[in-house]
C-alpha cells in the first residue's frame, strides 16, 4: 500500500498565458502608433483617430512561458468616451499616456486613471498595475519635463516611467515588457490572497513509518 500524505493538498495556481493590457490617454498622444511599432514595428504619420477601441495580440515569452498580449487601443477623444469605457473591465494592467509635446495630456492623466479605476471596476486600485509612457520624446519641443511626470509616478503610485518614441522606437518594447512582468507580478500576489484550505499536491508523502505509525 503506498503512502498516504495526511496534508493539506495545495495546487500551485497556474500562471496567466493571456493579458489584456489596455491603453488610456488623450487623442493624438499617440497610442495606437505605439501599439502598431510594438506589434508590427511600423510607423504612420498620418494615423486617423480611433473610434472606439481596437486591439492586437502578441506572443512573447516569460519565464520559459508563451504570454499572449492583448494590446486594447481606446479612442482618446472625448466624444467617445461612452464607446471606450465598456472596454476597460478585466484588463491585468493599464498603459497610461501622455505627449511630452502637449502638457494637457499630461495634466489629463488623473482623469485617465479614474475613468479607468472607476469602469474596470478596479477593487484595489492602490494595487493595480499601472505603467505612464510619455510619448515622442523624439520632438525637441517639449512641455513636460522628465522630472515633471517622474515625479507625478511617484506620488501616484510609485509606478514605473518610459519616456517613448513611437516614431523610431524608443523604449517601446521595454515599456511593453514591464507591463507584462506588473501584471503577471500582480496576478500572483493576488493568487497568494486566496485562503488556502486545500491539500499540498507537489509536498512528498512522509515515509511509510512515519505514515502507519
Ligand atoms: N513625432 C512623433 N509623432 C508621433 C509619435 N507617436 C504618434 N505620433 C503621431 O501623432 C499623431 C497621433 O497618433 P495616434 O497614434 O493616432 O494617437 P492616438 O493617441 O492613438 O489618438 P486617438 O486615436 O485620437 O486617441 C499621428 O500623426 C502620429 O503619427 C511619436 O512618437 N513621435
Known sequence: VSPVSSQ???VEPARKSLLKVILLGDG??????IMNRYVTNKFDAHLFHTIGVEFLNKTLEVDGNQVTLQIWDTAGQERFRSLRTPFYRGSDCCLLTFSVDDNQSFLNLSNWKKEFIYYADVKE??????????????VTERQVSTEEARLWCQEN??????ETSAKDATNVAVAFEEAVHRALAADDKADHLIPTDTVKLHRKPRSATACCS
Open 125 to 138: 486600485p492602490e494595487n493595480f498595475p499601472f505603467v505612464v509612457l510619455g510619448n515622442k520624446v523624439d
Open 28 to 33: 493624438g498622444v499617440g497610442k495606437s502608433s
Open 8 to 10: 493539506p493538498v495545495h
Open 157 to 162: 503610485g510609485e509606478y514605473p516611467y518610459f
